[in-house]
Each structure stands twice: as structure tokens, then as C-alpha cells.
């Protein structure tokens, strides 16, 4: 089974199909730079460039670096104000030919992408109890599970340390703007993992984000943090594998039943009015494998 996956980050927006059997692009990813100011419309039209680079037609995933509920864009931290309450399921499925064009999109939070990939086919797959993936890029994106349950948009990249967003002192751009040594970085992060853990008394962290390809750099370096703490296995693909796999559980149906089993036809709205069926669905990628290409095995 092969789904397309978008990951749009603040310095570029890459993509590719997705095998859903095994969590591993099928070819080698297309990258082009996010635009300057990333208003949607100019994001948009990189998506669609990604996704016409392969021919693409079928259901597509995409990230967001923000809040998405139910595809609707709730903040923009890194991006154009623009995407503030913006419906960015549908700008981006008409602007790849909607629905009858075989390209409708669902949209996530890019570090919930990014999680629920590594949960299911890397570096958290099989943890129980809380894990948190952190993505450090532009900013700090976060996914956090509970027993392989998805907690949506938790943003923890914005919790405030030493009087700044934690992003600002924190991520690869902060690094990379303050010209910061390994040791000096290492040193702001574990401050940063620390705070997260006393918070939420995590088992586990993922590093994510393209810095992950050099972990040994920074992660020895990092103490005093009682979680264990490992780089992302997916590394920089996991928003591309996470996009997938919730367009996949949104294109499959309602989430299964408690017991694993299929859940019957439900009227709309069944659950919290604020979980719509794209929440439901992005949900659903990581609590059940029914439905899945691998379910039964």
C-alpha cells in the first residue's frame, strides 16, 4: 500500500510516496525551499510541485509546523499569519485538483507526524507509558503518547525557559543563528529535557529532526536526564511517514473498536465535537493496526 506524504517545514517542504507495509519511502524524497513569506497560497503551490514531481494522483498526508485541528491551521509560529484559522485540508486539496482529481489531503501537526511514525515503525515502537519525540529544526515540534496514544498539538517547543520560548534558545536554527558549539547546544538542550521532564515524567525521548543524522554529536554529551534518550530512527523522513500514514487512516474509516475489531457505521460527530474525523483518524494511525496493510500479522 503506497500513500503520499508531505512534511512542510519552515526551510523546506519535501515529500514522497510512502509503503505502509514497511514505513519507508518508495523514492527518493523531492525537496524545494519553503517560500519567503510562507503565505498559503506560495506553500500550496510548493506542495503541489512536490507532488507533481511524481505524477502523484491518490490520497495525500501533510504536515503543518502549528495547532491543526480537523485540517484547519490554529496557529503559525514559523510560518505567515495567514495560516491562522485557515481550512488547509481544503486550500491543499483543491490546489492539487480536489477530490475528483484523486488528491484529497488530510493535514496534521508536523511533529505528531513525525511521532506517530516513530512509534510505529522506529524508535518507539513497542514503548509503553509516556513517550515524548521531540523534532528540533526551525523550531522544536513535540509529539507526546501515553501508551501509544497520540495526545494532539501539545507545542512543547513553547514552553518558556529562562523568559524564552524554548524554541529560541533551543532549536537547530537557534544553533546555527548563534553560531553555538556542540557542547554549548548539548548544554541548552538537556536544560530543555530536563524542564519537559519534570513536567511530564517521560520513559522515553525520540530526537527527531534533521540533526538526528548526527546524534553522536550532542546526545553523549547530554546529562542529568533520567529518561532514556535516542535519536529518531526515521530521522528526517518521519514527518513524510506520519503524513502517510494519517492520510491512509483517514481515507479507511472511523477508528476501531476498544476490542480491535472494526468499528460499525457511527452517525457524524459520535465522539467530543472537537474531535472531528481527521483528528480521529490521525488518532487511529498510531491506537490500532485494523485496517492497516500489516493488521492480522
Same mark, same amino acid.
Given at each position: 500500500? !503506497?500513500?503520499?506524504?508531505?512534511?512542510?517545514?519552515?526551510?523546506?517542504?519535501?515529500?514522497?510516496?510512502? #509503503?505502509?507495509?514497511?514505513?519507508?519511502?518508495?523514492?527518493? !524524497?523531492?525537496?524545494v525551499?519553503?517560500? *519567503?513569506? =510562507?503565505?498559503?497560497? %506560495?506553500?500550496?503551490?510548493?506542495?503541489?510541485?512536490?507532488?507533481?514531481h511524481?505524477? +502523484?494522483?491518490?490520497?495525500?498526508?501533510a504536515t503543518?509546523?502549528?495547532v491543526?485541528?480537523?485540517?484547519t491551521?490554529?496557529?503559525a %509560529?514559523?510560518?505567515?499569519?495567514? +495560516?491562522?484559522?485557515?481550512?488547509?485540508?481544503? /486550500?491543499l486539496? =483543491?490546489?492539487?485538483?480536489?477530490?475528483a482529481?484523486?488528491?484529497p489531503?488530510t493535514? /496534521?501537526?508536523?511533529?505528531?507526524?513525525?511521532?506517530?511514525?516513530?512509534?510505529?515503525?522506529?524508535?518507539?515502537?513497542?514503548?509503553t507509558?509516556?513517550?515524548?519525540?521531540?523534532?528540533?529544526?526551525?523550531g522544536?515540534?513535540?509529539?507526546?503518547?501515553?501508551?501509544?496514544?497520540?495526545?494532539?498539538?501539545? &507545542?512543547?517547543?513553547?514552553?518558556?525557559? *529562562?523568559? *524564552?520560548?524554548?524554541?529560541? !534558545?533551543?532549536?537547530?536554527?537557534?544553533? &546555527?543563528?548563534?553560531?553555538?558549539? +556542540?557542547q554549548h547546544? %548539548?548544554? !541548552?538542550? $538537556?536544560?530543555?529535557?530536563? *524542564?519537559? &521532564?519534570?513536567?511530564?515524567?517521560?520513559?522515553?525521548f525520540?530526537?527527531?529532526?534533521?540533526?538526528?543524522?548526527?546524534a553522536e554529536k550532542?546526545?553523549?554529551l547530554?546529562?542529568?536526564?533520567?529518561?532514556?534518550?535516542?535519536? =529518531?530512527q526515521?530521522?528526517?523522513?518521519?514527518?513524510?511517514?506520519? %503524513?502517510?500514514?494519517?492520510?491512509?487512516?483517514?481515507?479507511?474509516?472511523?477508528?476501531?473498536?476498544?476490542?480491535?475489531?472494526?468499528?460499525?457505521a457511527?452517525?457524524?460527530? =459520535?465522539?467530543?465535537?472537537?474531535?472531528?474525523?481527521a #483528528?480521529?483518524?490521525?488518532r487511529?494511525?498510531?491506537?490500532?493496526?485494523?485496517? +492497516?496493510?500489516?493488521?492480522? $500479522?
Open positions: 500500500m !503506497r500513500v503520499f506524504g508531505v512534511d512542510i517545514g519552515g526551510s523546506g517542504i519535501k515529500g514522497a510516496p510512502v #509503503d505502509l507495509e514497511r514505513g519507508e519511502l518508495t523514492e527518493e !524524497r523531492h525537496k525551499l519553503t517560500p *519567503h513569506p =510562507a503565505t498559503p497560497d %506560495a506553500v500550496a503551490d510548493g506542495v503541489r510541485e512536490v507532488v507533481d511524481f505524477g +502523484w494522483s491518490g490520497p495525500v498526508g503543518f509546523p502549528g491543526v485541528t480537523d485540517g491551521t490554529r496557529t %509560529a514559523n510560518v505567515d499569519k495567514g +495560516w491562522i484559522g485557515l481550512d488547509a485540508a481544503g /486550500l486539496t =483543491a490546489r492539487l485538483g480536489g477530490e482529481g484523486g488528491s489531503v493535514v /496534521l501537526n508536523d511533529a505528531d507526524a513525525a511521532g506517530l511514525a516513530e512509534l510505529r515503525f522506529g524508535a518507539g515502537r513497542g514503548r507509558g509516556t513517550v515524548i519525540v521531540l523534532t528540533l529544526g526551525t522544536i515540534g513535540s509529539a507526546l503518547f501515553t501508551d501509544g496514544r497520540l495526545v494532539p498539538n501539545s &507545542e512543547l517547543g513553547h514552553l518558556e525557559l *529562562h523568559g *524564552h520560548d524554548a524554541e529560541k !534558545r533551543a532549536s537547530t536554527k537557534a544553533k &546555527e543563528d548563534e553560531e553555538l558549539s +556542540w547546544w %548539548a548544554h !541548552r538542550v $538537556q536544560k530543555y529535557l530536563a *524542564h519537559v &521532564e519534570m513536567l511530564f515524567s517521560p520513559e522515553l525520540v530526537i527527531g529532526g534533521g540533526v538526528s543524522r548526527k550532542f546526545l553523549p547530554i546529562e542529568g536526564v533520567s529518561a532514556e534518550i535516542v535519536p =529518531a526515521l530521522q528526517n523522513n518521519a514527518g513524510i511517514v506520519g %503524513a502517510a500514514m494519517a492520510a491512509y487512516a483517514a481515507r479507511a474509516g472511523e477508528p476501531p473498536a476498544a476490542d480491535g475489531s472494526p468499528a460499525a457511527a452517525p457524524a460527530r =459520535a465522539s467530543a465535537p472537537s474531535a472531528g474525523p #483528528d480521529r483518524a490521525v487511529s494511525a498510531v491506537d490500532s493496526p485494523v485496517g +492497516w496493510p500489516d493488521a492480522g $500479522q
